[in-house]
């Protein structure tokens, strides 16, 4: 099928000219019925001054796309304003079109609604470990691993029972612009501490610690690229190394039954232009009015929910709206661990 892309700056280069910039997105996204609607949207007419493909672009997406599709043609146009556009960024008409389209091509690959960006679990990703796995959700990639040492933490000697924990860290390459180590700041990144003990949190919760015995797993995720959702996706991960770990303890006869109660997973909800909005990636994550992260086991019971108002309070409506969504994606999560560990 051809892109949105290329059929709206063929729409708005055809000889002799039919379409203004609005009307081409609009027409090229299929949207006929916008197409007269838009005949007074271009040569800067669109409302507030909106370039006039960004305004059509904004108009055929959901509404939960809309602000983080503008916030993406400003990065790549310079500007949102048609008059800046042309003034002071001196971008040609044709070139807004291309990247307007580029955006609605990039925004309707999926219902926010309703889906998971597109996830992949790769097992046995490096060789030391007892439990690896890269998890990529949409542009965010995570390698899990996990450690197996036959000790625990001083306060659960000779009790019988065993401990996992997590650590969590980004690489300095993971995000647009780099991340100092922590080393180099000579102390712990609060946030990253944070995030290590709810994945930690969230993997206990999947195992009984006596059938463990006294030995900690650690569940190390590093995130090799980020873009939104990091947590959720080292949980979702990580349980999947942590569950390849006891494997390999099991046929190592080191264990005698499997301890992993139920598996658990994460995942990312929020609202977004008042919209509930699944699986939110970065740039839905920071303009979102509402955000909420998920963690639940495999049999549809809550572990734990982080949630806050980015701006307005939102409500009971609101919540069971989102907690609806998560159950959904976490439901879609789980199936994806367990076919990953067929293979």
């Known amino acids: 099928m051809e892109s949105v892309e290329k059929k709206a700056v063929a729409i708005f280069t055809a000889v002799p000219k039919q379409h203004n910039c609005a009307q081409a997105i609009a027409a090229a996204a299929g949207r006929e019925d916008l197409v007269a609607e838009l005949a007074s949207a271009g040569g800067g007419r669109a ?71 597109k996830v992949t679990i790769e097992r046995n990703f490096t060789k030391y470990a007892a439990g690896s796995v890269v998890i990529r959700q949409g542009d965010t990639w995570v390698l899990c691993t996990a450690s197996v040492e036959e000790k625990v933490p001083p306060f659960l000697r000779d009790s019988g029972q065993g401990w996992v924990t997590a650590e969590y860290s980004m690489l300095p390459s993971s995000t647009l612009q780099r991340k100092d180590r922590e080393i180099k700041k000579g102390k712990p990144d609060a946030r990253s501490s944070e995030i290590g003990r709810l994945i930690g949190r969230a993997l206990r919760a999947a195992v009984d610690m006596k059938k463990l015995g006294e030995r900690t797993i650690t569940i190390d995720c590093d995130v090799l690229q980020a873009d939104g959702g990091t947590r959720c996706a080292s949980i979702t991960g990580g349980m999947v190394a942590l569950a ?24 990312s909800v929020g609202i977004c232009n008042g919209i509930p909005a699944l699986d939110l990636d970065y740039i839905h994550d920071s303009t979102a009015d509402v955000d909420l992260n998920v963690v639940m086991t495999a049999d549809g019971r809550f572990v734990e929910l982080q949630g806050t108002a980015e701006h307005e309070p939102f409500t009971d409506e609101q919540l069971n709206a989102l907690k609806a969504l998560a159950v959904k994606g976490n439901a879609e999560l789980a199936r994806l661990q367990q076919e990953c560990r067929k293979n």
Not at 77 to 103: H, M, W
Not at 249 to 266: R, Y
């Open 244 to 267: 390849d770990a006891i494997d390999k303890l099991i046929a190592d006869g080191k264990l005698t039954e499997n301890p992993i109660c139920n598996f658990v997973s994460a995942i």
């Open 47 to 117: 409302e507030a001054g909106l370039c006039g493909a960004l305004y059509a672009a904004m108009a055929v997406v959901s509404e939960c796309d809309r602000q983080a599709l503008k916030r993406d043609f400003e990065q790549l146009a310079g500007a949102v304003g048609c008059r800046d556009i042309k003034s002071q960024v001196k971008l040609p008409c044709v070139e807004a079109v291309r990247i307007a389209g580029s955006l609605v091509d990039k925004y309707r690959t999926r219902d926010m609604s309703k889906d998971l960006r």
